[in-house]
């Protein structure tokens, strides 16, 4: 808090004597997460809140999370954990509030598995033993960080670092790169990225990403013969061998990339990997989002330690899907093409098996009206301790789980595209069987998809520009 460095356990923090009083969070459990919240009234002459939580069961820590708030507040605060909260838990909850008189108060509370405040002692009030229990999974956090360039250069608050506006005739190649590849074996999603003008254009000043119906035919598979690919050649450039890649195979009639088993859809995607990237900022586009059958659009940020075609790569992104009804079986939340997503997609072990598990951290706003039907103005603001997202001018809420977005504590690369179907946009264990129709993750998908995917009335992704500005002095 502050300029400095915080250590989250802040060992060596010394509460000052404020004249400031600290309510009890009131703390409520469902399943692996926990809300927090004080009301706002209480919070008046306080510059930012830290709440750590300990999740204890025996007298070991076996979860640990933070999250860290500035104004203006939330009207409460949630923290995921790796495993479910069970009965016989006891929750730790050390609070620190930074006042405008740059003091700190420090409260701990105990509660129980759900929620309720623990009649009983803190059993060590030690920062010191408490780190010893969950050393592993301690973080430095930078209030306040600037907005940098791939070089390590501070920008100015506010300042434009970058401004698309899809002028000319083509699409810019010193900025983008097109993805070439085929994500229907390694993804099971319905599309082959290519170059083709039908797939990616500007027309009229703006960028135009479409996904066209079974306009690569299965004979066609040389339209690979670009693939950029790095990983799951044999499946994402049709290759008989993985050395086919290999600049002296090239020429070898073995290694031309193998006939389809259907005729594909086609689309595209474009980044700026190795061409344009940043740390912390705002991001801004006008567009008009695709409505179609089990269309997404890929508006995403990506760090640069992952390639374009990394499965594993964690991504900010946002979204509406393109189906008109679509829900899940629980909540009945709608997955339709009326709400809007912000979204941190990141992989992490399983909970049941020992292998690595998407997970999607999402806010979401619904509109009367399906977002493709007009443009709108979008918002991304990445920050070190939380990202937030806007449509309009609207907020549709942020992001602030600290065990997440440490993995965007480097710089990032934009993608833009469009994509059809997939693990990680409909996972068929908690949609409603009936909307998905013919939809299933299965070799034989595409056969059956031909059946359903018949309501693409706007298959494309259009964006008027794009703009990234430095944070601001808020940090906005």
Same mark, same amino acid.
């Given at each position: 808090?502050?300029?400095?460095? $915080? ?18 969070? @009131? ?41 860290? !708030?500035? #104004?203006?507040?939330?009207? @409460? ?30 409260? @701990?509370?105990? #509660? ?8 009983? %002692? ?28 791939? +070089? ?27 993805? $070439? ?29 479409? $996904? ?27 290759? &008989? ?11 070898? *009639? ?13 689309? !595209? ?37 992952? &390639? ?6 964690? %991504? ?31 992989? =992490? ?18 509109? @009367? ?6 443009? #709108? ?14 449509? =309009? ?9 600290? %065990? ?52 693409? *009335?706007?298959? +494309? ?8 500005? !430095? ?6």
């Amino acid at each position: 808090m502050g300029r400095g460095c $915080v250590l989250i356990w802040l060992v060596s923090l010394v509460c000052s004597l404020s004249a400031f009083t600290l309510t009890d969070p @009131e703390v409520k459990v469902n399943g692996r997460k926990v809300f927090l919240s004080i009301p706002p009234g209480k919070l008046e002459n306080v510059i930012s809140i830290m709440f750590q939580a300990e999740i204890q069961r025996k007298n070991k820590c076996v979860s640990f999370n933070v999250t860290y !708030a500035t #104004h203006p507040w939330d009207s @409460e605060y949630e923290m995921e954990f790796e495993n479910e909260i069970t009965s016989d838990s006891l929750i730790r909850i050390r609070t620190i509030i930074e006042g405008t008189d740059k003091k700190f108060t420090s409260l @701990e509370t105990v #509660h129980n598995g759900d929620g309720k405040k623990s009649e009983g %002692q803190l059993s060590n009030k030690s920062l010191e033993s408490l780190m010893s229990k969950c050393q592993q999974q301690s973080l430095i956090i930078e209030p306040s960080k600037p907005s940098k360039d791939s +070089s390590n250069h501070t920008f100015n608050p506010g300042q434009l670092i970058l401004e698309e506006n899809f002028d000319g005739q083509e699409i810019n190649n010193s900025l983008w790169t097109h993805e $070439v590849r085929n994500l229907y074996d390694s993804r099971y999603e319905l599309v082959v990225f290519t170059k083709e003008s039908k797939n990616s254009k500007i027309d009229n000043n703006m960028l135009n990403i479409t $996904v066209t119906r079974n306009t690569v035919a299965k004979n066609n598979s040389d339209i690979l013969r670009d693939c950029t690919t790095t990983k799951d050649v044999t499946s994402e450039c049709r290759l &008989t061998y993985p050395d086919c890649k290999d600049k002296e195979n090239q020429h070898n *009639k073995m290694c031309r990339p193998k006939p389809f088993d259907h005729d594909m859809n086609g689309s !595209a995607s474009i980044h700026t990997k190795k061409k344009f990237s940043f740390k912390y900022g705002r991001i801004e586009f006008r567009g008009l989002l695709p409505r179609g059958d089990f269309i997404v659009p890929n508006i995403v940020l990506k760090p640069t330690d992952y &390639t374009p075609c990394d499965k594993l790569s964690p %991504q900010i992104r946002l979204f509406s899907r393109g189906n008109k009804m679509l829900q899940t079986k629980g909540d009945l939340r709608d997955f339709s093409g009326k709400t809007l997503f912000g979204s941190v997609l990141h992989w =992490d072990l399983c909970p049941d098996k020992p292998m690595k598990c998407s997970f999607d951290k999402y806010v979401s706003k619904k509109s @009367e009206t399906e977002f493709s039907k007009d443009f #709108h103005n979008y918002t991304i603001i990445w920050r070190h301790d939380k990202i937030i997202f806007k449509v =309009d001018g609207e907020s549709i809420g942020k992001i602030t789980d600290q %065990q997440i977005l440490k993995k965007f504590q480097t710089q990032c690369y934009l993608t833009l595209g469009l994509t059809v179907g997939g693990f990680e946009n409909f996972n068929p264990d908690i949609l409603i069987e009936q909307h998905l129709g013919a939809y299933k993750h299965t070799p034989s998908m595409l056969k059956s998809s031909l059946k359903f995917l018949n309501d693409w *009335k706007q298959p +494309s992704l259009v964006i008027d520009y794009i703009r990234v500005y !430095a944070l601001d002095e808020r940090g906005y």
